[in-house]
């Protein structure tokens, strides 16, 4: 199979700080992975691409200051939402594949971030 | 622009009431045609990829279908179980995937 992991699943914080989401390729070796934002009753935004070893290319609009995106495995990506604010909640989804190309995304449960 | 496009929005069906969902795309520079199926609260699962027009991809209930401007996923007898929200997205030769809005499947008893 092709298992992606998020976490964590859910997490509460108050405006101003920031919070870790990890993504994590359970077995296999995820070359590119995909972050992405579900705001209710819309479709998946992506946010940015990041290619292990190697700095996220962010989508236009998006903050690469305050959404801070690490690839430091093959198995590993973390995204940080820096100074949080309560327009920043939402279902922050990611997604990796093998190699660096057009193949299949697998993507991770999401981790619903509320910002109070 | 790029633009994937998904209709109906929403979609109820009767247990067993075959119907098929459609994807159009004006996506520069596509080289394939990807449907998941999402739960509420859940990411994304995979379900086809389509690269070529003619192409079709089964299984199941499900069928996808790609022409040169755009897909269908046909529900065939479907059950309470394949209600969910189908989302397609168009993939460029990098690998990014642009999303339609999706369609909401509602499957009644």
């Known amino acids: 199979g092709a298992v992606v992991s998020q976490h964590p699943s859910w997490v509460i914080c108050k405006s101003g700080t920031s919070v870790k989401i990890e993504c994590r390729s359970l077995?296999?070796?995820?070359?590119?992975m995909f972050w992405y934002r579900q705001f209710p009753k819309q479709s998946l935004m992506l946010m940015a691409t990041s290619n292990e070893g190697s700095k996220a290319t962010y989508e236009q609009g998006v903050e690469k200051d305050k959404f801070l995106i690490n690839h430091a495995s093959l198995t590993l990506s973390t995204l940080t939402v820096t100074s949080a604010h309560p327009e920043d909640s939402s279902f922050y989804i990611c997604s990796a594949t093998r190699t660096s190309g057009l193949e299949t995304q697998y993507f991770g449960p999401g981790t619903r971030l509320l910002v109070l | 622009e790029d633009q994937v496009t998904q209709s109906p929005e929403a979609l109820r069906l009767q247990e067993g009431e075959s119907s098929s969902l459609n994807c159009s795309y004006t996506?520069?520079?596509?080289?394939?045609l990807f449907w998941y199926r999402q739960d509420p609260g859940k990411g994304p699962e995979f379900l086809f990829t389509?690269?070529?027009a003619g192409e079709e991809k089964e299984k199941e209930r499900l069928k996808a279908t790609l022409t040169k401007k755009e897909s269908f996923l046909h529900i065939t007898a479907p059950k309470p179980e394949d209600s969910a929200t189908y989302l397609c997205a168009g993939g460029d030769s990098w690998g990014k995937f642009q999303f339609g809005a999706g369609t909401q499947v509602v499957v009644t008893p």
């Open positions: 996506v520069s520079g596509l080289r394939g």
């Open positions: 077995d296999f070796q995820a070359t590119t």
């Open positions: 389509l690269y070529s």
